[in-house]
Structure formats: C-alpha cells, structure tokens
C-alpha cells in the first residue's frame, strides 16, 4: 500500500479525528506531521471561518489543492488532510500516487458531539448542525469511500486509532 519513505493521508469527515491521531501516528513512527488546515491558515495568515467568509469555499479549494501539491513533494509526512478534500479528484490521485490515503470515519451522532461546541467550523454555522453533518456526510461518503482503508473511530481512543492504522500499513507493505 505504501512505500515506507512515502506519506500517509488522513481523509475524512471533521470531527473524525485526523488531527489528534496524525500527530500520534507521526511520533509513533518518527515522521513529520502536518494539518493542512492549519498549514492554509499559517499561509494566509487568518483562520479558516474567515477565508470561508471573506473569500469562498472555491477560493479555499484552490489553496488547499496548492498546498497539498507542495506537501505531496516531500516523504515520510503524515497529513491531517481537510474534510473537502477528497471532492477534487485530482487531490485523491494525488494522494494515492504519494502514498497512503486512510479515511477515519465516525457516525454523524458522534460526529455532533465532537463538534458540536466549536465555533471554527465554518460548514457548520448552520441552525441545524446534525442535519448539515448527515447531508454532508451522504455527498462525501463515495469520494470518502476511494481511501484505500477506512477506518470507524467510534468508541476507540487515538491511540486505538493510531494502533489500527500501524498495523494496517505494516500488513500491506
């Protein structure tokens, strides 16, 4: 599935758990971590809600596309990728030629509940939250579904998470 100098992307739906696991995994295998969220925001120094307010969501794509090109040059990174990622489908190309692409997975209930109290998602600054999580959920779920492993953090600590996706891109190697 991978090639050991190569990366591991972290797809999935927010509030999935790609940041707090990445980070795991990246120490748990002595390679680099990045959230390209954040990445976007060091870039265009201002926050995420604010790029969606000010300039658009087609205006984030092109950046976030930008960014992910210029990670996708160096090795042994695990990166805490956008949950929009995947609508491009040359992100997905991408991402599969460079390395590994994991999709964390969790139930829209849980999904609400780990989100549900932050402000900083700006798809979500909507009057019905679980509504908008189940309505994107069922749009993103087939480009979801291109990662080659999915995996459900529901009920499992990061570090279970963390442990599962070790396991898998050792199997495969």
Not at 88 to 100: A, E, P, V, Y
Not at 104 to 111: D, K, P, T, V
Not at 152 to 163: E, N, R
Request: overall charge positive; some cysteine; hydrophobic content about 40%.
């Amino acid at each position: 599935m991978v090639d050991k100098k190569m990366n591991i992307y972290l797809v999935g739906f927010m509030g999935t758990g790609k940041t707090s696991v990445g980070r795991l995994l990246a120490k748990n295998k002595g390679w680099s971590f990045v959230d390209l969220d954040e990445l976007i925001e060091l870039k265009e120094q201002r926050r995420i809600v604010d790029i969606f307010a000010k300039e658009g969501e087609p205006y984030f794509r092109k950046i976030e596309k930008k960014i992910l090109k210029d990670i996708s040059t160096q090795k042994k990174f695990v990166v805490a990728c956008g949950g929009g990622i995947v609508l491009d489908q040359d992100n997905i190309k991408l991402m599969r030629k460079t390395g590994s692409l994991i999709c964390l997975s969790a139930s829209g209930e849980e999904i609400l509940k780990r989100v549900r109290a932050d402000l900083h998602r700006p798809l979500l600054n909507v009057g019905d939250q679980r509504k908008r999580i189940e309505l994107l959920l069922k749009m993103r779920n087939p480009y979801y579904m291109k990662a080659d492993k999915v995996i459900d953090t529901s009920g499992f600590s990061i570090k279970q998470v963390a442990a599962k996706i070790s396991k898998i891109l050792k199997n495969n190697k």
